[in-house]
């Protein structure tokens, strides 16, 4: 994983002026070596996208409770789509 790392390093420099740029690495780290994972395990995965909530609740939910072979018992209507507008800022 070293000439990884060194890549990695090389590519960080483009982020010295990010605040929290460790963070953003953990953060790419961490989907990076799960997708790893799920290679090398031969894991079954299911992408959730935030808007399919949004979009669709009672089908996402239903659709996630079926991967995790689950029943759906009474679904309640739980999510509130947020953009947190003070959070981030437009390019």
Not at 19 to 44: G, I, M, T
Not at 51 to 70: C, N, P, Q, S, W
């Amino acid at each position: 994983y070293e000439k990884l790392e060194l890549k990695w390093f090389d590519v960080m420099k483009d982020f010295l002026d990010v605040p929290c740029r460790s963070e953003f690495f953990k953060y790419v780290q961490w989907h990076n070596n799960a997708n790893v994972a799920v290679k090398r395990l031969k894991l079954d995965l299911m992408v959730l996208h935030y808007v399919d909530f949004r979009d669709d609740y009672d089908g996402t939910v239903r659709k996630l409770m079926a991967f995790l072979e689950l029943e759906v018992e009474n679904m309640k209507h739980l999510f509130s789509f947020r953009t947190y507008p003070r959070v981030f800022t437009p390019k």
